[in-house]
């Protein structure tokens, strides 16, 4: 079982950068592909990044890659989001997921995560 808060959202304009953290309980969040996603209002919920177990391997999706950064750091039991060069269109509820298989390869598909976070709000103004 792992549980999932994520925090570091807010207001910022256009060209910002803010960094979101997601703090994991469960003492096999260290063996877990994790993931960030996003939903902004009135549109589905879609994929952001991941990053494997180790943190050897990533995965962004296209709208992001360049500008958002995924890691994270095993002892603290923690992912991060760095997100630069930020966009009024990047503006939505952000959510931290973890797949409960262990060592698998990051992926894009919401299906494959079983834990999720309740979400952390990011605004972005032009």
């Known amino acids: 079982q792992v549980q999932l808060v994520e925090s570091g959202g807010g207001l910022l304009q256009a060209g910002g950068s803010l960094r979101l953290s997601c703090a994991a309980s469960g003492r096999t969040f260290s063996s877990c592909t994790m993931g960030w996603f996003r939903q902004a209002p009135g549109k589905e919920r879609e994929f952001v990044a991941a990053?494997?177990?180790?943190?050897?391997?990533?995965y962004y999706a296209d709208s992001v890659k360049g500008r958002f950064t995924i890691s994270r750091d095993n002892a603290k039991n923690t992912v991060y989001l760095q997100m630069n060069s930020l966009k009024p269109e990047d503006t939505a509820v952000y959510y931290c997921?973890?797949?409960?298989?262990?060592?698998?390869?990051?992926?894009?598909?919401?299906?494959?995560?079983?834990?999720w976070g309740q979400g952390t709000q990011v605004t972005v103004s032009s």
């Open positions: 990053i494997s177990w180790s943190g050897g391997n990533t």
């Open positions: 997921a973890a797949d409960g298989d262990i060592a698998t390869m990051p992926t894009s598909i919401s299906d494959e995560y079983d834990y």
